[in-house]
């Protein structure tokens, strides 16, 4: 059986907070479930692999988030492969850099890699503490829990649905959570979200 392949997308750039738990709980509940693993791990001066199930990226402090975007660009590794549907699970900086823009280290908005339609600023207050959100129920997830830590607020536009609605916590920061278009999710969740939230893990799996 050929494996699933895991894709952990620049972790000596973004992997804050254990952000790496969710690569060893999407590997964890494969194992499980009978298949085949093949986990990648890709640093920043390395090619992202074109042929992975499942990319992951984490969190990141401003500048390295800006690092890691233009060597996403320069790469393409990650649009060609989600442009063939494979699916793409993003964490806080990780999300930002899927949108259309981010707010940078200097305040000028840097351009992102346009993968989902959501569009990144600066906030006036940075947003630290527990979060807990309703998913979109065509998800068919549980509530989700996390730790978020972000000065970014970020606005959906029309080709991206939110993830969830949150009861507590600022998430995007008007009362929506993180967002996905097809199979690419992202979150402002830590914790890390997929050791906290399986569900969330096994709709990834799917
Ligand atoms: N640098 C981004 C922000 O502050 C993301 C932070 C993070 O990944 N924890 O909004």
Redesign the pocket.
């Known amino acids: 059986m050929r494996p699933l392949r895991l894709v952990w997308i620049y972790p000596d750039l ?1 992997s ?2 254990g952000d790496r738990g969710n690569l060893l709980m999407l590997e964890r509940r494969a194992r499980l479930r009978g298949l085949p693993v093949e986990v990648t791990e890709v640093n920043s001066d390395q090619p992202v692999p074109r042929d992975g199930d499942i990319y992951l990226m ?5 500048l390295p ?1 800006t690092l890691a975007t233009r060597r996403l660009q320069a790469d393409g590794g990650l649009h060609e492969a989600a442009n063939r549907g494979a699916v793409v699970f993003a ?6 850099v899927l949108g259309m823009e ?2 940078g280290t200097d305040g000028a908005q840097v351009p992102g890699l346009g993968l989902l339609d959501i569009r ?1 600023g ?2 006036e207050r ?2 630290v503490g527990e979060i807990v959100a309703d998913v979109d129920p065509a998800l068919n997830v549980p509530r989700l829990t996390g730790f ?5 607020v970020t606005r959906l536009g029309p080709q991206a649905r939110p993830l969830a609605r949150t009861t507590l916590g600022t998430g995007n920061g008007d009362g929506t959570e993180g967002a996905y278009a097809g199979r690419v999710l992202g979150t ?1 969740l ?1 914790g890390p979200a997929l050791v906290r939230n399986p569900g969330l893990a096994d709709l990834l799996l799917h």
């Open positions: 973004l804050t907070y984490g969190g990141g402090e401003d988030q964490v806080c900086a990780g999300y930002q981010f707010g990144s600066r906030g940075r947003a978020e830590n972000h000065q970014g402002y830590h």
